[in-house]
């Protein structure tokens, strides 16, 4: 069974860092594009970033530009979401996503998800 859990959600200040992991199993992930959506409320799932199968190349939303980095760990099956200057409109449910691609996939049309993890960042 294919899982995706996410992890290291919570609350923080504006300005503050979070880091989000994904840890992922049932199945090898290294033939995947991995990348990190989020949903707040009242607003429709939203692509964030992604990284390619070999973690040799990225993308992201202008929102997480300069501030977002993603990264992997193909021998931990872990994907990983370091979030510096949080700010209050970075406030949603943030979810992982794997798909079996050689190409980078900025839209949510993903073959496995996670069940989300919390940020809340205050002002």
């Known amino acids: 069974q294919v899982q995706l859990v996410e992890s290291g959600g919570g609350v923080v200040q504006a300005g503050g860092s979070l880091r989000l992991s994904c840890a992922a199993s049932?199945?090898?992930?290294?033939?995947?594009?991995m990348g990190w959506f989020r949903q707040a409320p009242g607003k429709e799932r939203e692509f964030v970033t992604v990284?390619?199968?070999?973690?040799?190349?990225?993308s992201y939303a202008d929102s997480a530009k300069g501030r977002f980095t993603i990264s992997r760990d193909s021998a931990k099956n872990t994907l990983y979401l370091q979030m510096n200057s949080l700010k209050p409109e970075d406030t949603a449910v943030y979810y992982c996503?794997?798909?079996?691609?050689?190409?980078?996939?900025?839209?949510?049309?993903?073959?496995?998800w996670g069940q989300g993890t919390q940020v809340t960042v205050s002002s």
């Open positions: 049932g199945r090898t992930f290294s033939n995947c594009a």
């Open positions: 990284i390619n199968w070999s973690g040799t190349r990225t």
């Open positions: 996503a794997a798909r079996q691609t050689l190409m980078l996939v900025t839209s949510n049309e993903y073959d496995y």
